[in-house]
């Protein structure tokens, strides 16, 4: 079975902030896909990113970077100097088991950024 | 990029009526699309995964009979929500994987169906 955690459920910081979103996987698979998606008040998910679980190189994209560590099972998600429009609930994806490509999704952190 | 293209964005309808909700994938081929439920400030569910030209597999708990899952081409899948009870009200959204894509190639989602049963 997989399992994914996200143990905060809302985050408020304010503008400008750093701010970090926590993620824990479970599976038994030795390969597997981890995801982040974001969805904004508007509903849609919008991708941001995927890691194989032979990859463990952090990986940083404008503001955004990414932490995984396959000794604690973790894929954590930074943003930097955050935004209003960063905004969203954030998931935490997980696809193992082979090719039906299924997602296991946490249960997602709602982010507010105030001005 | 690809495009996953949901129809209608929001639908209310009474209770008994059937719904059906089209998920399109406008700029690629998908012979596997996912159609997952989100109750409010929950997580993503997986009700069902449409497979083209065969019989859709059902997650556990998800009664068959009341979601109707047709994928008839490579670009197209519907959700028929039958004789709809106000507890079937709820976000869906649907999601593809490119035909032939890595298996790298991230789901694209479509923008989710808010349904509302009255």
């Known amino acids: 079975a997989q399992k994914v955690t996200q143990a905060q459920t809302e985050i408020s910081v304010v503008e400008k902030e750093d701010v970090t979103l926590d993620c824990v996987y479970e599976?038994?698979?030795?390969?597997?896909?981890l995801f982040w998606y974001k969805q904004p008040p508007s509903g849609e998910l919008v991708f941001l990113i995927r890691r194989n679980s032979f990859d463990e190189q952090n990986e940083i994209s404008g503001r955004y970077s990414w932490n995984f560590q396959k000794s604690t099972s973790s894929f954590n998600f930074t943003i930097t100097a955050s935004q209003v429009v960063d905004s969203a609930v954030y998931f935490c994806?997980?696809?193992?088991?082979?090719?039906?490509?299924?997602?296991?999704f946490g249960k997602g952190t709602l982010l507010t950024v105030n001005p | 990029g690809a495009v996953v293209s949901q129809h209608p964005s929001r639908v209310i309808c009474k209770s008994g009526t059937s719904v059906k909700i089209e998920c399109r994938s406008l700029d690629f081929q998908a012979t596997t699309m996912f159609w997952y439920r989100q109750f409010p400030k929950k997580s993503l569910m997986l009700m069902a995964t449409s497979n083209e030209g065969s019989k859709a597999t059902y997650e556990q708990g998800v009664e068959k009979d009341k979601f109707l899952i047709n994928h008839a081409s490579l670009t197209l899948s519907t959700l028929t929500v039958t004789s709809a009870h106000p507890e079937d009200s709820s976000f869906y959204i649907c999601?593809?994987?490119?035909?032939?894509?890595?298996?790298?190639?991230?789901?694209?989602f479509g923008n989710g169906t808010r349904l509302t049963v009255t």
């Open positions: 999601s593809a994987r490119e035909f032939g894509g890595a298996l790298l190639s991230p789901l694209h």
């Open positions: 599976t038994r698979d030795t390969t597997y896909y």
């Open positions: 994806a997980l696809n193992s088991g082979g090719s039906n490509y299924k997602l296991t």
